[in-house]
């Protein structure tokens, strides 16, 4: 339950204020992955790391800027943020690119955010 | 672009009744099909997955199907139990290569004891 650690747990915050979300991940993993999940949607993949360069950015509105420093950390910084970006935020981290054995994803405990 | 649907969304059974989830995708690229568990106020965790080389998979009371000729895949429980209860993602990977995942909207199980 340890592998993949997320803070902060929940966050409030006004449309104006900037914030930043922070998972890491102690398994030794080198992909690293941010979801949205609100009541109604399913899990929305919203940035993909590989060796903490950005391979995937699905489409997520540029108030929404991923940080990768290094394959154990990653970062998501809010700004602007609207009503409708509440929801749990989840970091999640696999060993490598696609492989017999490393597609696995762990995921984090997640960040409750609600946008006032 | 790439899809998943997953059904129902909520299944209610007996305690030791059978549950089964299914799920369609779209990407016929798709080689990898993971199922999560996600219990109220707790993460996503992976309880099985089958890959496109083999046609069904077990672990004790949870089994996994997959049909790559129709794309559909499904998740058997037997023996149901109320920790069973809990809501239910299916996955398809994104491709062939790569490591994204996309997810149905989930089922949320629930077994009366």
């Known amino acids: 339950e340890t592998g993949v650690t997320q803070t902060p747990r929940h966050l409030v915050m006004g449309m104006t204020n900037k914030k930043s979300l922070k998972c890491e991940q102690h398994l030794g993993h080198n992909a690293m992955y941010w979801y949205k999940q609100s009541a109604k949607k399913p899990l929305e993949l919203m940035f993909v790391y590989n060796f903490k360069e950005q391979t995937e950015n699905n489409s997520v509105p540029s108030r929404f800027s991923p940080e990768c420093p290094n394959s154990s950390h990653l970062f998501l910084h809010l700004h602007t943020l609207q009503p409708e970006d509440s929801a749990l935020y989840l970091c999640?981290?696999?060993?490598?690119?696609?492989?017999?054995?490393?597609?696995?994803?762990?995921f984090g405990p997640g960040t409750r955010l609600t946008v006032l | 672009g790439e899809n998943v649907e997953q059904h129902p969304s909520t299944l209610s059974v007996q305690e030791g009744d059978s549950a089964v989830i299914k799920c369609t995708y779209s990407?016929?690229?798709?080689?990898?099909f993971p199922w999560y568990k996600q219990e109220l106020g707790k993460r996503p965790q992976l309880i099985i997955d089958i890959r496109s080389n083999v046609g069904e998979k077990k672990d004790q009371r949870i089994a996994v199907t997959l049909n790559k000729t129709a794309k559909h895949f499904s998740l058997h429980i037997t023996e149901t139990q109320p920790e069973d209860s809990a809501v239910y993602f299916c996955?398809?990977?994104?491709?062939?290569?790569?490591?994204?995942?996309?997810f149905g909207k989930g089922t949320t199980l629930s077994v009366s004891s």
């Open positions: 990407d016929s690229a798709s080689n990898y």
């Open positions: 999640a981290s696999s060993p490598a690119t696609s492989g017999s054995s490393t597609d696995t994803q762990y």
């Open positions: 996955a398809a990977r994104k491709g062939q290569a790569g490591t994204a995942l996309i």
